[in-house]
């Protein structure tokens, strides 16, 4: 049994590696590229995201439905405000207030990537990374991001898909 999970676990640290090689933290995503969306995470109560994309993605959708090749998408993660209860606050809005970032994502789309994934799990041609605020790589495993998108395959894999610029 620890055989198979030494394996597991040197198997999914090889995706994710070969994932953050080959999708980079852009630089100065922060003003270089168009800030689409920002809400409440449905993923997690505890979150708020902001979603930014490059130019080529803010073209919106090409012949084929999806998004481009060569789209970047940035997912910045936040954590957000609690109350004294460790309940979360809420704005008068009835938005979660942002507060320390925790997380950034990135999805790239490539022609190949499909082809040369090492995962299983298929998302089109996109790809994944995560970068800890600091920029360093985020440590992983970046199956459950494909995961969770695998099953968008009406939207490009994508849950923003209808914000971005049509």
């Not at 999806?66 to 460790?86: F, M, Q, T």
């Not at 040369?116 to 298929?122: A, F, G, N, R, V």
Request: glycine share 4%; with cysteine; hydrophobic share 40%.
């Amino acid at each position: 049994m620890k055989i198979l999970t030494t394996l597991i676990a040197l198997v999914l640290t090889s995706t994710t590696a070969f994932a953050q090689e080959r999708v980079a933290l852009p630089n100065d995503y922060e003003n270089t590229f168009t800030e689409y969306l920002s809400l409440d995470r449905t993923q997690n109560p505890d979150q708020f995201i902001r979603l930014l994309a490059n130019d080529v993605a803010m073209q919106g959708k090409d012949k084929s439905g999806g998004l481009a090749d060569g789209s970047v998408l940035v997912a910045e993660v936040y954590s957000v405000k609690k109350n004294a209860d460790g309940s979360v606050k809420s704005s008068m809005l009835g938005r979660r207030l942002k507060d320390k970032l925790l997380l950034i994502a990135v999805m790239e789309k490539s022609n190949g990537f499909a082809a040369t994934s090492k995962s299983t799990i298929k998302t089109g041609d996109w790809d994944f990374a995560t970068y800890k605020p600091n920029r360093n790589v985020a440590p992983k495993n970046l199956d459950q991001c494909r995961a969770c998108h695998a099953p968008l395959t009406n939207t490009d894999f994508l849950f923003s898909l209808e914000h971005i610029a049509q």
